[in-house]
């Protein structure tokens, strides 16, 4: 692509050659000449000067000591995900229904839609155009799938889930498995049927390895733009409001309702039934036990210590009740030494 | 079913029509007639006068304001459990042997057996009757399953692991993969074999993505009635008992030994090499780093805060020792400054 | 192997019969005659005396009260390591291409590669020689795999993901997964294409259900001798250093850089862009938000209390600022009161 055409693509304004060609995407420290870099982090500013990238990404405040040439937006890190979108060529899956992939007779699809080896499709399985399956994915009956849906390798969907268009779903996903549903009787414990499904909305993104489970009697529901990190856990019945981010490793428990556009840090445990209202963003490695019902951050992280300082206080903190006592013990000492000393000088 | 068929199934007190037909279960607020419902925690109380159910499962203390037909119970979730159960309609898999699973001639299995399509089953498996092997599972070597194992999609079992009757095993689920046995040889790390195996006893659920690492000399054991949720993570030469319930995405270390009838709650971690007793609840996102000689509940779980109230409290934690010291010094000045007001009033 | 044969091979020092025939490794309290036991935690000391191990390898100081055979080393863990690597039975899978793997007629491998069942091979795929790839495993595009390297079952090779020579990988490990990156385009998400890869060193293991995500632009990067235990989480650009070994349950932020020779403790978060030096160890349940440039052990998990005392010194915990500015109150008030009875003194 010639610059000038980048530079329409994403609404820049250009400072240099217009015909230089670019053929993808660097970073500055790495570019190559041919490829177009970013400055979105001023962390890398250092980088800019002796970059060998043909062109590079700024806004406006960054651009100052650059001579090459420049394609100016107000949101650099988006500006470059589009142009790296246009010139990504990371290889495509075959199209093809691969000979050994055990597809139920009952599901019968587009022929835009590619299906890779060792595939399980079993009965009543829809899809829209243009959907990838890829190897070793199992998709239980009568599950739906809308337009342009990718599974990558070994992923599982369970029986009645549906997903919406441009779902993508990583490697080793699970939808759709039963939610933790246990009754107690008399210390052995029942299984609860779990009745409900999961729908995904469409242009839901899932990392490798997480699991959402299906509703106990209604569904698990994400919604439309949700974006899901690795190893996540959601548990039964939860709802997680559209364009939500949800980083790696966090767990949410069953019943809990997340709002519209929040952000869940890495790590970080969401009990169940309770709400979190829209716009919240909840740092790393936190805990919610309640629900939070007004905008903003919230934290629990406890940053590490050298060992030998932590476990001091640590050992303060598993006494601090009394410490709060002690202190206001204290707090009384002193108001009665000082009434006292103020009687004194009545005298 | 009869409502007087439930009724006398869950051994309930029926209140109403006997002859109600009852073709499934529902929440409250979206029962349909026809479908019976429950109400074990008050919070949904307010659903109950205007839910469309046919029937409905209560205990003695929530039924005054309801006309309706009323199942009367002790254990409502327990009641709702077994007839949701037995009207369950849960798409079952075909019952077949498919001809693109890969099965070792070595390995036999009764005629009641379903194996999936693009399984894998290796020498010496063996199987009680009725088992379920999902597609993708893989059975290595002398695995060997009691009667009603259900494997859903792509679990594996490594080679020696033996389960127990009527196990059900989430998609994604890795039983007797290697211990993380490292010996360190002058900074190098030195693999020790994984020469134990994994023993699940009957009637155990375990949820989509856990792993449960095969022993290093002994063998992992979980006992009879285990339920483990999604996500978790069981080290070699652990040890679970009977009954107990481990939410998701916990992580035990190591030969840690857990009781039973325990409860450990979501994104906690057990350290390795100890013991917790029998009748012990952990609380979510805790961490046991000691064992735990006496039954009841534990926690330190630190739930969030709005960031700037957090991170002001977080610093002075950073520092709690000094402030315990300087407590302490003032509790010496008072004790000096009274100790003196006491003799200048002794003068 | 005749005792004075193991004695050689891992260089003890024989006490007892050099003729007798050692047949396996066992634990102290399990092992039968013909097989050799170890004494490496000196809380197992008491059931050295009854073991009936036909020999037991020990350190210096903890073989005064036992009369059997005695292999005395410095390192005994190490040098059971080494014995029960040599003594290993653990079945070898078949030595084979199944026919039911699925390979593309561009990837060709040398003849001591074994391809299990239901296994998926892209273009372009390149091993080296004894390379095992298990059952129901997927490896994409223009993978290259070393000498040596062992797939268990189901995992998963995203394109262009390099892995060493001896590389173990057990179920479920998924490596060259996206990384977690979205640009935010008035409040909906932007996928921002993942492009660059994940190369594995030499010697790495990597423990089950393990996702590491290639690079967004340059690579993700494991060194050498690297051993990640299950359920971790490595996002885009981290980079691992040689010989670091991290616990189960632990996430790693994108573009995270860790030391060589640290210890991870499990559960524990690491945030993005920072840099732990080497020889860091961190221990379980710890966040890790800024960089560490100290070698040495950081902690901040807090271990459970009771839960009614926990729920006490939470409690105060959450109001810990305030307590603090009362102690500091305290301190004027005293000072005053102090600087008072000193100017009455002077009176």
Known sequence: MKLHEIAQFIGAQLHGDPDCDITGVASLQDAIPGTISFLSNSKYQHFLADSKASAVILDLSESQNYSGNILRVENVYLAYAKVATVL???????????????????????????????????????????????????????????????????????????LGSRVLLHPGVVVGSDGFGIANDRGVWFKVPQLGSV???????????????????????????????????????????????????????????????????????????????????ILAMSLVSQSIKNPGQYSSGTPVQDKKTWNKNNARLRKLDELSKRVKQLEKEIKNSQRNSNQDGDK
Not at 137 to 144: D, G, P, T
Not at 145 to 156: F, I, S, Y
């Open 88 to 162: 990504n060529t990371s290889p495509d899956p075959a199209s093809e229904i691969h000979k050994s992939a055990q597809i139920h007779q009952s599901s019968q699809f587009d022929n835009s839609v590619s299906i890779a080896a060792n595939v399980t499709i079993s009965e009543n399985v829809t899809m829209g155009k243009n959907c990838y399956i890829g190897p070793g994915c199992v998709i239980e009956k009568n599950v739906s799938l809308g337009d342009d849906v990718r599974l990558l390798a070994n992923v599982v969907l369970c029986h009645d889930v549906k």
């Open 199 to 281: 729908l995904i909305a469409d242009d839901v993104e899932i990392g490798a390895n997480t699991t959402i489970d299906r509703g106990a009697l209604e569904n698990t529901i994400i919604e439309q733009g949700v974006k899901l990190d690795n190893q996540i856990q959601i548990a039964h019945n939860v709802k997680i409001g559209a364009h939500t981010a949800i980083a790696g490793c966090v767990g949410i428990a069953g019943s809990a309702v997340i709002g519209k556009h929040c952000g869940i840090g890495g790590g970080s445990v969401i009990l169940g039934h309770l709400e979190i209202t829209d716009q919240v963003e």
